[in-house]
């Protein structure tokens, strides 16, 4: 990024020159895993070897540190495929080393945030510095990062009319699965924001104070998100409270029907276990009168009413 605001894309073979000379805003962004990007950052006179060994780690701790005369950082970054299905292999690191002239990164997998900007450069966006470059990073992050969480608060909002319109099916797997995203999420990104907050404090001193204005709006977009994040995972936990009680009481529902249909058909069980005793003397059996049966009918549905009124009668009592 050129003082007259022009583009230029750099070849490999003009890395090192330019990084000599270029009076402009230089980003190099590279695929660690490629043998030659490897070689190239391991063999850099601009970087210090700190800077070297760092952008080359595996460590994906997320953390910022201050150098000399540059910042080192890893942070969180969502990739294109990233669905609410949570897997960890969505959520990819990027490493980078900035100083006054360059930002250079370095990711493990493809990386959104680095993608938008290099789609935004090649439009003819211009960075006046590498601080305004790297807080653009932070500000991309914030985006993706309330693009998810409305998402996941429109699947809660469905959710919630469900469970109060009593569709309750399927809901508690979809509850669980909200909650691990939030707290996932909340894993990643949540130490970013306590690292802002920290450089927002310390900023390097070749950030101009619209920089640290900047910077400090990012934080507190940072940590609005995250709080979004910590809001979301509570409330998911409240509905999935809710949807438990209603099911426990849609159970004991069920069960109180079962158990009055039991009650009611005891006694008719009683009778007819007595009269099917094959044993001499069983009422209506031997003298061969024809309406002994409906009169032991009507004797178990007087009782099985009497059983139910009872049981309604106790019921209001409760």
Same mark, same amino acid.
């Given at each position: 990024?050129?003082?007259?605001?022009?583009?230029?894309?750099?070849?490999?073979?003009?890395?090192?020159?330019?990084?000599?000379?270029?009076?402009?805003?230089?980003?190099?962004?590279?695929?660690?895993?490629?043998?030659?990007?490897?070689?190239?950052? /391991?063999?850099?006179?601009?970087?210090?070897?700190?800077?070297?060994?760092?952008?080359?780690?595996?460590?994906?701790?997320?953390?910022?540190?201050?150098?000399?005369?540059?910042?080192?950082?890893?942070?969180?970054?969502?990739?294109?495929?990233?669905?609410?299905?949570?897997?960890?292999?969505?959520?990819?690191?990027?490493?980078?080393?900035?100083?006054?002239?360059?930002?250079?990164?370095?990711?493990?997998?493809?990386?959104?945030?680095?993608?938008?900007?290099?789609?935004?450069?090649?439009?003819?966006?211009? @960075?006046?510095?590498? /601080?305004?470059?790297?807080?653009?990073?932070?500000?991309?992050?914030?985006?993706?990062?309330?693009?998810?969480? =409305?998402?996941?608060?429109?699947?809660?909002?469905?959710?919630?009319?469900?469970?109060? =319109?009593?569709?309750?099916?399927?809901?508690? =797997?979809?509850?669980?699965?909200?909650?691990?995203?939030?707290?996932?999420?909340?894993?990643?990104?949540?130490?970013?924001?306590?690292?802002?907050?920290?450089?927002?404090?310390?900023?390097?001193?070749?950030?101009?104070?619209?920089?640290?204005?900047?910077?400090?709006?990012? =934080?507190?977009?940072?940590?609005?998100?995250?709080?979004?994040?910590?809001?979301?995972?509570?409330?998911?936990?409240?509905?999935?409270?809710?949807?438990?009680?209603?099911?426990?009481?849609?159970?004991?529902?069920?069960?109180?029907?079962?158990?009055? @249909?039991?009650?009611?058909?005891?006694?008719?069980?009683?009778?007819?276990?007595?009269?099917?005793?094959?044993?001499?003397?069983?009422?209506?059996?031997?003298?061969?009168?024809?309406?002994?049966?409906?009169?032991?009918?009507?004797?178990? /549905?007087?009782?099985?009413?009497?059983?139910?009124?009872?049981?309604?009668?106790?019921?209001?009592?409760?």
């Amino acid at each position: 990024m050129l003082p007259d605001q022009r583009i230029q894309h750099l070849a490999g073979d003009e890395l090192d020159a330019t990084l000599a000379r270029s009076p402009g805003v230089v980003w190099l962004h590279f695929n660690a895993r490629v043998s030659q990007a490897r070689d190239w950052i /391991a063999s850099c006179e601009h970087l210090p070897e700190t800077s070297r060994r760092f952008l080359l780690e595996h460590d994906d701790r997320k953390r910022i540190e201050q150098a000399p005369d540059s910042l080192l950082g890893v942070i969180s970054d969502i990739r294109h495929d990233f669905d609410l299905d949570f897997d960890p292999e969505h959520v990819s690191s990027l490493r980078f080393h900035v100083d006054r002239q360059c930002l250079i990164s370095t990711r493990q997998q493809p990386c959104s945030t680095a993608d938008q900007l290099r789609t935004e450069l090649k439009q003819g966006r211009h @960075f006046d510095s590498t /601080a305004n470059l790297l807080i653009h990073l932070f500000e991309s992050q914030v985006a993706q990062l309330d693009e998810i969480t =409305a998402r996941v608060r429109g699947l809660l909002d469905g959710i919630e009319d469900g469970v109060l =319109a009593g569709r309750m099916r399927g809901q508690h =797997a979809q509850l669980g699965g909200i909650r691990r995203l939030a707290v996932r999420l909340n894993h990643h990104f949540g130490p970013e924001h306590r690292m802002l907050q920290r450089l927002c404090r310390r900023p390097p001193e070749w950030f101009g104070d619209t920089d640290s204005a900047a910077l400090q709006d990012a =934080a507190e977009e940072f940590g609005e998100l995250v709080e979004d994040l910590a809001e979301t995972q509570e409330r998911a936990k409240l509905l999935q409270e809710e949807l438990a009680a209603r099911l426990a009481e849609q159970t004991n529902n069920n069960l109180y029907i079962l158990s009055l @249909f039991t009650a009611m058909l005891l006694p008719p069980s009683l009778v007819a276990g007595i009269f099917g005793m094959n044993v001499v003397g069983v009422p209506g059996v031997q003298d061969g009168n024809p309406t002994a049966f409906w009169w032991v009918v009507l004797g178990m /549905a007087a009782v099985s009413g009497l059983v139910l009124l009872l049981l309604l009668y106790w019921r209001r009592l409760l």
